[in-house]
């Protein structure tokens, strides 16, 4: 731990005493003058009298008729001997990209003695979908997931990765899974179609979302299909040209929503019939 350096000006022998609240953890060597612990010290787990992790110790120095004494206090440094990825579980709502950042602990469960820990993908079924930043441990997906159109390996939803975290001296690694939320997406923004009119002519509207079900309807006659043919992520087309005005109205397939919600879209029919909504 230390070295006592001691001396006398006369030359007379030398004799080092330890006393104080903390004496008996400690030796003193008098060949080499080293003082230590008794035994390795945890900064964890405190061994001093009063627990609070401070040593007292008197030192005294004795030529057999003057002696001399110092008061010593000596504080255990506490150091990282572990370092932790200390969340495994995630979850994102769908359409979104940055998880968040994987949060890193030491033994006690704290960030302050951390020394610059970097991040790193290093394996997992789905590693390609992810990019993490090294310096401050930011998950992402690669693009933007679909809850219902998972593409992990098994295709749950579940997104597995593996990272690793290291300061240099200490290394963590953690399999992660991401799970993908379903969200509401009745208010998201429509994305375009196109109409095929059998005259050549194409007519665009606004799409409720990939995979729906498109339905081209007579307004006049919304049960009567005759004219119109259904297509699912394809462009629709009319059998036969149309007589009257035409209006789109998407109806989600998936399961999972709640009750179906119509709703109604600009179209622009051909020239001779106007336009409709």
């Known amino acids: 731990m230390a070295n006592l350096v001691i001396d006398d000006a006369d030359g007379d022998s030398l004799t080092v005493t330890l006393s104080g609240a903390d004496a008996a953890l400690f030796t003193y060597d008098e060949v080499s003058g080293e003082l230590a612990f008794v035994n390795p010290p945890d900064a964890e787990?405190?061994?001093?009298?009063?627990?609070?992790?401070?040593?007292?110790?008197?030192v005294t120095v004795s030529d057999g008729e003057d002696s001399v004494s110092q008061d010593t206090l000596i504080t255990v440094a506490d150091l990282n001997e572990s370092i932790v990825i200390d969340q495994t579980a995630y979850s994102i709502d769908e359409?979104?990209?940055?998880?968040?950042?994987?949060?890193?602990?030491?033994?006690?469960?704290?960030?302050?003695?951390?020394?610059?820990?970097?991040f790193a993908i290093t394996g997992g079924v789905d590693a390609p979908?992810?990019?993490i930043d090294e310096t401050t441990g930011?998950?992402?997906?690669?693009?933007?997931?679909?809850?219902?159109?998972?593409?992990?390996?098994?295709?749950d939803g579940v997104y597995e990765v593996e990272v690793t975290v290291t300061d240099g001296d200490l290394t963590d690694v953690q399999t992660l899974e991401v799970t993908v939320n379903d969200v509401d997406?009745?208010?998201?923004?429509?994305?375009?179609?196109?109409?095929q009119g059998e005259g050549g002519e194409r007519h665009r509207c606004r799409w409720h979302r990939p995979g729906a079900v498109t339905r081209v309807v007579d307004t006049d006659n919304p049960d009567d299909f005759g004219n119109f043919r259904r297509a699912r992520s394809a462009t629709p087309t009319w059998?036969?040209?149309?007589?009257?005005?035409?209006?789109?109205?998407?109806?989600?397939?998936?399961?999972?929503?709640?009750?179906?919600?119509?709703?109604?879209?600009?179209?622009?029919?051909?020239?001779?019939l106007g336009r409709s909504t």
């Open 239 to 272: 059998t036969s040209a149309p007589t009257r005005a035409i209006r789109s109205r998407s109806i989600s397939t998936h399961p999972q929503r709640v009750p179906t919600r119509r709703r109604f879209v600009m179209l622009t029919a051909p020239p001779h």
């Open 185 to 195: 997406e009745d208010e998201d923004p429509l994305a375009p179609i196109t109409l």
């Open 95 to 118: 359409n979104l990209t940055e998880i968040g950042a994987i949060p890193v602990v030491d033994e006690d469960g704290a960030t302050t003695g951390l020394s610059a820990p970097v």
């Open 45 to 58: 787990l405190a061994a001093d009298s009063n627990e609070d992790g401070v040593y007292e110790l008197t």
């Open 129 to 131: 979908l992810f990019t």
């Open 138 to 155: 930011v998950l992402s997906f690669t693009s933007a997931r679909d809850f219902e159109l998972p593409v992990d390996d098994d295709e």
